[in-house]
């Protein structure tokens, strides 16, 4: 079945960690993309890579770090720098043909 | 004030009420996408519109270019629709695949 996994699906981590979410996608879709959903909000975009080692910073990208070295991995690193990083992180891709985006199940990421 | 806007922000309906739930913008699109997210936070794309109306099942969904409006109609509601509808919009001007989201509607259906 293709789709999209996140791995884990809850993570504890203490805070000055750094932690790094897994995204994988067997869609073979080119466009990848991070969002951080807090209740209340939308989803706002973390990063973005539109192709396989490129990518480009979202509108809060500030303490986050990503890599694209295979079309079908993009990970997120959440660094120490990142201020308030509890929350529910999702990870996506956009079929172009269709224009539909497809999303992982989310990670929920809790700060101790 | 946002660029995605949904009303309402909670609903609550008995089973078999007829829903809406909205969607303005204030951006040119290129498309608009409704989806949905159930509790356990998993969320998939119910259409992509950039006209008109589009059906699938209970679910009609219709945009208004002209009027920056969307409307999401569930018909014959039941409890498993109980979930956040969750407006967004591809903008001309964002990027060629960069989204806005609204902050979505978020509904319960009584049995």
């Known amino acids: 079945d293709g789709g999209i996994t996140q791995s884990p699906k809850y993570l504890f981590r203490k805070e000055g960690q750094n932690v790094t979410l897994s995204c994988e996608q067997n869609?073979?879709?080119?466009?990848m993309y991070w969002y951080r959903q807090d209740p209340g909000q939308g989803l706002r975009l973390i990063y973005y890579s539109q192709i396989v080692n490129d990518f480009q910073k979202g509108d809060i990208a500030e303490g986050y770090s990503v890599s694209r070295e295979k079309k079908e991995s993009f990970p997120l690193t959440v660094t120490s720098a990142q201020k308030n990083p509890t929350a529910f992180y999702l990870c996506a891709s956009t079929d172009r043909i269709t224009d539909t985006q497809y999303f992982g199940p989310g990670t929920r990421l809790t700060v101790l | 004030k946002n660029e995605v806007e949904q009303s309402p922000q909670n609903l609550t309906a008995q089973e078999g009420e007829f829903i809406t739930i909205n969607c303005s913008y204030s951006?040119?699109?290129?498309?608009l996408h409704w989806l949905q997210q159930h509790p356990g936070g998993g969320i998939v794309s119910l259409f992509m519109l950039s006209s008109g109306k589009k059906k699938h099942g209970r679910l009609i969904a219709t945009i208004n270019i002209q009027e920056k409006h969307s409307s999401l109609h569930i018909t014959a509601s039941h409890p498993r629709d109980s979930a956040v509808y969750i407006c967004?919009?591809?903008?001309?001007?964002?990027?060629?695949?960069?989204?806005?989201f609204g902050t979505g509607t978020r509904l319960k259906v009584l049995a």
């Open positions: 869609l073979n879709h080119d466009a």
């Open positions: 951006v040119g699109i290129s498309a």
């Open positions: 967004a919009v591809r903008s001309t001007t964002s990027g060629t695949y960069k989204y806005i």
